[in-house]
Every structure is written in structure tokens, then in C-alpha cells.
């Protein structure tokens, strides 16, 4: 599968199967866009809250592009009852084009 491409600044979604045992956990998920090893989140979907089920659940994490172009990384952080548990780089980058349009010359 091929990297997306996204418009800066567009508001997207992304959803995830997740897999949290044993069921009952109070979890939070957060989905973040980076280019330097996730050091600095360029954007981010904020913590989404959900409740483990034992079984895999396809979590939305709505986010907003950043509004600089370039290849970002995509990683996804889960926490159970405020303890990170599990940290996942995704192997697909998104991609935010630059586009320059000059001033059209008229015949």
C-alpha cells in the first residue's frame, strides 16, 4: 500500500484495530504525526478514551494535517489507566505536498 497524501491543514480520520486484554481497562489512545522520531508531534489527534474489550477495536483518531508540507512519521501511543503500555510506529508515512503556483501569462 502506498503512503496517503493529504492537503495541509485538512481534518482527517484514521482508524485502528486495537487489541487491549485483559477487558475492562480504562485506556486512552493518541495518534501523532512527525518528522523527528517523535520528539516533536507536528499534529495529533488528542487522547481518545475507550474501554478495553479483550478483543480488537477499531478506534477513530480524528486529526487535523499539519499545515507545513513534508513526509511525516505516523505513531500511536496507548495508555492503561495513565501508564503508557504500548508504543507503535506505523510502517505507512503520510505525505503533505508542497505546491507553487506562478502568475499566468496571457496571450
Not at 497524501?5 to 482527517?12: L, P
Not at 487489541?19 to 507536528?42: I, Q
Not at 495529533?44 to 480488537?56: C, H, I, Q, Y
Not at 495513565?82 to 502568475?103: C, K, N, Q, R, Y
Amino acid at each position: 500500500m502506498s503512503d496517503p497524501i493529504m492537503a495541509k491543514g485538512s481534518s482527517r480520520a484514521a482508524s485502528v484495530p486495537i487489541t487491549v486484554k485483559p477487558s475492562g481497562l480504562s485506556c486512552e489512545a493518541e495518534l501523532y504525526l512527525t518528522k523527528d522520531g517523535g520528539a516533536t508531534k507536528a499534529a495529533t489527534s488528542s487522547p481518545v478514551s475507550f474501554v478495553a474489550t479483550g478483543a480488537a477495536q477499531s478506534i477513530s483518531f480524528p486529526i487535523t494535517m499539519p499545515s507545513v508540507w513534508g513526509d511525516f512519521e505516523v505513531y500511536i501511543d496507548v495508555f492503561a489507566d495513565g501508564m503508557l503500555i504500548s508504543a507503535f510506529i506505523a510502517t505507512e508515512h503520510v505525505t503533505i505536498p508542497d505546491v507553487s503556483i506562478g502568475e499566468p501569462v496571457w496571450d
